[in-house]
């Protein structure tokens, strides 16, 4: 059995392949503020992720990667596991991001977030 430190995440064997998915921004923030720096209006997000599977991070770069944000399209290159997305300048708004591996050891994986 193997844990994931951070994310109280165990991975056995013959556990389903999971993406994990992850976002930074380059919002100002106050050196001494140790929260995540949340994005603002038209401050880009960079959206990344991994998969694990068996325990294991998986190799992707041979692995066609669709991107989709609000059902859209932007991107289905091979090995692309982060993505620059723009932001909405309206106050609450969300945008919904959607990474899909078509063809994953013959299985598909989505994974959407907001």
Same mark, same amino acid.
């Given at each position: 059995?193997?844990?994931?430190?951070?994310?109280g995440?165990?991975?056995?064997?013959?556990?389903?392949?999971? &993406?994990?998915?992850t976002?930074?921004?380059?919002?100002? $923030?106050?050196?001494?503020? *140790? /929260?995540?720096? &949340?994005?603002?209006?038209?401050?880009?997000?960079?959206?990344?992720?991994?998969?694990?599977?068996?325990?294991?991070?998986?190799?992707?770069?041979? *692995?066609?990667?669709?991107?989709?944000?609000?059902?859209?399209?932007?991107?289905?290159?091979?090995?692309?596991?982060?993505?620059?997305?723009?932001?909405?300048? $309206?106050? /609450?708004?969300?945008?919904?991001?959607?990474?899909? &591996?078509?063809?994953?050891?013959? *299985?598909?994986?989505i994974?959407? $977030?907001?």
């Amino acid at each position: 059995m193997i844990f994931f430190i951070g994310g109280g995440v165990s991975a056995q064997q013959g556990v389903a392949p999971q &993406l994990f998915v992850t976002w930074r921004t380059n919002t100002y $923030v106050p050196p001494d503020y *140790q /929260g995540k720096a &949340l994005p603002t209006a038209d401050i880009p997000v960079v959206v990344s992720f991994e998969l694990i599977d068996n325990g294991k991070i998986a190799d992707l770069s041979k *692995q066609t990667i669709y991107w989709y944000m609000d059902n859209k399209l932007i991107s289905n290159k091979k090995g692309v596991q982060s993505l620059l997305v723009a932001t909405y300048d $309206v106050q /609450g708004s969300e945008r919904g991001v959607r990474i899909e &591996l078509p063809d994953y050891r013959n *299985q598909t994986i989505i994974k959407t $977030v907001d």
